[in-house]
C-alpha cells in the first residue's frame, strides 16, 4: 500500500514547519507523529511502513524546528530548549485542530518524541484523547546503566565502553554508547547498523539531494542544542496522566530500555498498556509494520467509527 500522504508547511512560532499529512482526511481521527532524535526527521519511514494507517486516521507527521524539511541553521540566540519544541507543537496542534474542525487529537511519539509527547499530555490534557509512546524514555541516567549492562554481555572486549568518559564528557560519552548499542544489534534487533532505515530516504521523492543533507545538519545540531537536556529527562516520579497511555514496545529494545518501561507502566495508575512487538529492537512502528499498523488500528477503532 503506498501512501497518499502530501508534503505541507506551515509557519509557526516565526519558524517555517514542514509536515506530512493524508490527503483524504473527511471526519476521521487526527494522528500526529512526534519524531525520534532529536533531530531525526522521518517523513519517508512513516510514508513507507505505516501508510495503512492513512486509511483509518488523518495522519500528520511534523518534521520538528530545525529537523529534516524543516532544517535552518540554530543560532546560539535563540535560547533553545525542550520547551522551545513544546511551544512549536502546542501551536500546531492549534493550527491542526482549527483547519480540520476537530477538538483534540491523539499523540504518537517515538523515542525522543516520546519524551515531547509525555510532557505534552501533562501540560494540554485536554487537546488529546490518547497518547502512544513508541521506544520510551523513562529515566535517560538510569538507561545509560542499563546499555552498559547490555554491552557487557555481548562484548569480549569492555576496554572501549570503560574508556567512555561521563565525568567531563557525558554528552560525547552516551553519544558513543549509543552507537556502540546499534553496532551490537541492540537498536534494530537482529541487525548491527540502520542501513533497513536509510533506502527509504535515498528512495524518496520528497527529500531532494539537498533535503538529504538538510536532514544530517538538522539531526548533528538538534543533538548539540537538546542531547544535554534529554540526559536529564526523568518521569519516573510522574504516575499518574489525565490521558489513556499505550507503550509499543520492542521486546529487544537496549536503546531505550523496554524493562524500564515496562516496570514504570507497572506503577501507573491512569489508565496505561503496553503492546509487545517480539521481533523488534527500538523500531517497532517500522520493524514489525504490519503488526504495529493493525495493533494501532484495533486500538484506536472505537475512535475511528
Excluded at 108 to 118: A, E, F, I, P, Q
Excluded at 269 to 298: A, L, M, R
Aim: overall charge positive; hydrophobic content about 40%; aromatic content about 12%.
Amino acid at each position: 500500500m503506498s501512501s497518499t500522504s502530501v508534503i505541507e508547511n506551515v509557519e509557526i512560532n516565526g519558524t517555517k514547519l514542514y509536515f506530512s499529512i493524508s490527503s483524504k482526511q473527511g471526519r476521521k481521527p487526527i494522528i500526529l507523529y512526534l519524531h525520534g532524535g532529536p533531530g531525526d526527521a522521518c517523513i519517508p519511514l512513516t510514508k513507507k511502513f505505516n501508510s495503512e494507517l492513512e486509511d483509518h486516521f488523518i495522519f500528520v507527521n511534523l518534521e520538528q524546528r530545525g529537523s529534516g524539511l524543516s532544517y535552518y541553521k540554530f543560532s546560539p540566540e535563540e535560547n533553545l530548549s525542550i520547551n522551545t519544541i513544546l511551544a512549536d507543537i502546542h501551536q500546531f496542534v492549534l493550527y491542526l485542530l482549527k483547519r480540520l474542525k476537530q477538538d483534540k487529537l491523539i499523540i504518537m511519539g517515538h523515542s525522543w518524541g516520546t519524551v515531547l509527547g509525555l510532557y505534552f499530555i501533562q501540560k494540554y490534557p485536554e487537546l488529546v484523547t490518547e497518547y502512544i509512546g513508541i521506544g520510551q524514555v523513562v529515566n535517560m541516567k538510569k538507561n545509560i546503566a542499563l546499555q552498559k549492562a547490555f554491552l557487557r554481555t555481548k562484548m569480549k572486549n569492555t576496554a572501549k565502553l570503560d574508556q567512555l568518559d561521563f565525568v567531563h564528557e557525558p554528552t560525547k560519552a552516551s553519544l558513543k554508547l549509543t552507537k556502540m548499542i546499534v553496532a551490537y544489534g541492540g537498536s534494530i534487533y537482529g541487525a548491527k547498523n540502520y542501513r533497513k532505515l536509510i533506502g527509504p530516504f535515498i528512495s524518496a521523492k520528497d527529500y531532494s539531494f539537498k533535503d538529504l543533507i538538510h536532514r544530517l545538519q538538522g539531526s548533528k545540531q538538534s543533538i548539540q542544542y537538546f542531547w544535554e537536556k534529554l540526559m536529564d529527562v526523568n518521569f519516573e516520579n510522574i504516575l499518574h496522566f489525565a490521558v489513556p497511555i499505550t507503550f509499543c514496545e520492542g521486546r529487544h529494545d537496549h536503546h531505550v530500555s523496554s524493562q524500564l518501561t515496562a516496570e514504570y507502566a507497572a506503577k501507573i495508575t491512569s489508565p496505561c498498556n503496553i503492546i509487545w512487538f517480539d521481533h523488534s529492537g527500538h523500531f517497532p512502528q517500522w520493524e514489525e509494520p504490519t503488526k504495529f499498523n493493525q495493533e494501532i488500528i484495533g486500538l484506536l477503532k472505537p475512535q475511528a467509527n
